[in-house]
């Protein structure tokens, strides 16, 4: 116990050095550019704290439960020596956390409404989840037989960008958001910790070149098939109809009403735990009936669950007290001061910011460090993945600003990604790719989501649901580009961190 307490102790202080760039960020905007105080300071604050107690569950509920399970079932399938179950283990587990994902709820609520049922959301959240399951499957049996993860992913994005061509343009951004979402933060550490168990098991297996690429496999799926289903939901153009319903939704879902009960507090954490049922129910389902053995060490598996619980529930509820209004309020300043060069700057800064907070940013790239053969430098990766969002952040606010077509950039940009791919380190390519998915999870993605349909439902001439969405996708993007610029550049000029 006593050991789990200065572990918790060190966290917490590492969760608050984390989250100190986007109180600099807002601080900063407030004093030197609006030169005011919110009138909300005080639950902004309280929010602040809660948020960083969140982080702090969930981080150790990850090291204590999450990533030693991950690794114990990889162990126990390959002994098994069944792909067959192995694989349906992976796609109930990927289908399983994608339906009830709150971020995937959230998204596909947003364009059911903005579309007037165009889009069935129920419908989004089955296309998402079934292709997030299916990839999942697909990703273990292309770590255990050893296929090459950057052609694979090359090919996927090219079939992305054909596909793009002919897809409405009112369902591009929505298509590369959800892929984006998709890669959520109860998954994502599951699915790394499968990989990362899956190569250190087998002889011959580099963790970093064999073990990761499930994330990124995880991004590209849903951005085909909800293209797909928007050809033939939506047929051509989309006529928006329903900027109102848009707005008074986006304004739910980003406020939460202050004040506290004992049964409300009960109640919420019982619906975090829901979310993580399925997820749970998978583990539970194949280790009793398929590999036919107790869950080793199943108090920390427990308790890791527990923290899990704790850390999302504290999180949301901290964001929404604290993040979103602060964020909000100063768009909706950007908005009115009208200077792009303010909104720019905070879209940088917010995308760098956010980034440096994201605890399973952290959490990913800590276990692959510990995994690893070669040592890597977590701060100045981590730096890299921010500078990245803050990059595609501020590109797609860009393009919100000036109306540009998405398709155009995206092309642009995977085609750079792609040149990269071929060039960069093998062993750091997947690595490289997962982390572009890993950063559009619990903070970042609400945040900008909100801060993209803000941006786009108050300037003259910009359809929310064309130019709203596509921020979550420069955001993945762009992380890819400066890892592997960075690699490239240590592996011919300098040393290997």
């Known amino acids: ?33 609006f030169q ?15 948020v960083i107690i969140g982080v702090t569950f969930f981080l150790m509920g990850l090291e204590i439960g999450i990533f030693p399970l991950g690794n114990n079932l990889s162990s126990e399938f390959l002994e098994r020596k069944s792909i067959f179950w ?20 959230a998204v596909a609520s947003q364009a059911g409404s903005i579309t007037n049922g165009a889009l069935d959301p129920w419908t989004l959240r089955l296309i998402i989840a079934t292709s997030v399951g299916a990839i999942t499957a697909f990703g273990i049996i292309r770590t255990i037989l050893g296929w090459n993860i950057a052609k694979i992913i090359i090919i996927g994005y090219i079939l992305v960008l054909i596909i793009t061509y002919f897809t409405p343009p009112s369902i591009i951004g929505l298509a590369y958001d959800s892929g984006g979402v998709a890669t959520n933060v109860a998954t994502v550490p599951l699915i790394v910790a499968l990989g990362i168990g899956i190569a250190s098991a087998l002889q011959g297996k580099n963790v970093l070149k064999d073990g990761f690429g499930f994330v990124a496999l995880a991004a590209i799926t ?43 507090v009960i109640g919420d954490l019982f619906k975090t735990f829901l979310n993580l049922v399925p997820i749970i129910a998978t583990i539970l389902i194949f280790q009793y009936l398929i590999i036919k053995k107790p869950l080793p060490n199943i108090g920390g598996v427990i308790f890791g669950f527990i923290f899990l619980v704790i850390g999302l529930y504290a999180f949301i509820i901290g964001i929404k007290l604290g993040l979103f209004p602060i964020g909000e309020s100063i768009a909706n300043n950007l ?19 956010t980034t440096m907070a994201e605890p399973a940013l952290v959490a990913v790239i800590k276990q692959a460090d510990k995994m690893s053969s070669i040592r890597l430098n977590v701060s100045i990766i ?16 860009y393009k919100i600003v000036n109306g540009y077509n998405i398709w155009l950039l995206i092309t642009i940009l995977y085609s750079i990604v792609v040149i990269l791919t071929l060039i960069a380190p093998k062993e750091i390519v997947a690595f490289a790719f997962d982390l572009g998915g890993v950063t559009t999870s619990e903070i970042t993605v609400p945040i900008v989501t909100a801060f993209g349909l803000f941006l786009a439902t108050n300037i003259d001439g910009r359809d929310p649901l064309m130019d ?4 979550i996708a420069f955001a993945s993007v762009f992380p890819m580009i400066t890892v592997m610029g960075y690699s490239i550049l240590i592996s011919k000029f300098g040393n290997k961190s």
């Open 1 to 33: 116990m006593t050991e789990l307490i200065k572990e918790f102790k060190k966290t917490f202080i590492e969760s608050f050095i984390n989250l100190i760039p986007i109180l600099l960020i807002i601080i900063g905007f407030q004093l030197f550019v």
């Open 468 to 471: 709203g969405f596509g921020l």
């Open 36 to 50: 005011s105080i919110p009138e909300d300071v005080f639950s902004i604050s309280i929010g602040f704290f809660i």
């Open 335 to 353: 908005v009115t001061m009208n200077n792009v060069f303010f909104i720019y700057l905070f879209a940088f800064l917010i995308g760098f910011g």
């Open 382 to 397: 981590r730096t890299l993945v921010a500078l990245g969002v803050g990059c595609g952040i501020l590109f797609g606010a």
């Open 86 to 105: 192995f694989a349906l283990f992976g796609f109930a587990l990927g289908f399983g956390a994608s339906i009830a994902e709150p971020a995937i709820i």
């Open 222 to 264: 849903p951005m085909i098939s909800i293209q797909i289903y928007g050809m033939f939901a939506l047929g051509g153009d989309f006529s928006l109809e329903a900027l109102e319903v848009a707005k008074e939704q986006l304004e739910d879902e980003t406020h939460y009403v202050a004040g506290f009960t004992l049964f409300g």
